[in-house]
């Protein structure tokens, strides 16, 4: 089993930053590549960016690839996520994932374990 902890989420004025971080716990080294989802109310969850597990490989939704950043520190077993240029339809509960096989992956069912989810508020 693996656990996830997001945090850095909160509350930004429009064309701010934020950086949430997520550290894992338990059987990190079956831990394989990572991502970023983010579900807002009414919406269903949408994939924003994931990484290897060397960090070599990285992919990202069409949507925030100028955007948003994904980073990870295996020493501390903990993936980031940069987040620029903010909008308010950024406004979502983000969640971090980690896959139990190799590949990257950017569909909600490739990933076996999840994290609780941090809110990321965004106003005008």
């Known amino acids: 089993q693996v656990q996830l902890v997001e945090s850095g989420g909160g509350l930004v004025q429009a064309g701010g930053s934020l950086r949430l971080s997520c550290a894992a716990s338990?059987?990190?080294?079956?831990?394989?590549?990572m991502g970023w989802f983010r579900q807002a109310p009414g919406k269903e969850r949408i994939f924003l960016a994931a990484?290897?597990?060397?960090?070599?490989?990285?992919y990202y939704a069409d949507s925030v690839r100028c955007r948003f950043t994904i980073s990870r520190d295996n020493a501390k077993n903990t993936v980031y996520l940069q987040m620029n240029s903010l909008k308010p339809e950024d406004t979502a509960a983000y969640y971090c994932a980690s896959r139990s096989t190799y590949g990257l992956g950017h569909s909600s069912y490739q990933y076996a374990y999840w994290g609780q989810g941090t809110q990321v508020t965004v106003s005008s």
């Open positions: 338990g059987r990190t080294s079956s831990s394989y590549a």
């Open positions: 990484i290897s597990w060397s960090g070599d490989s990285t």
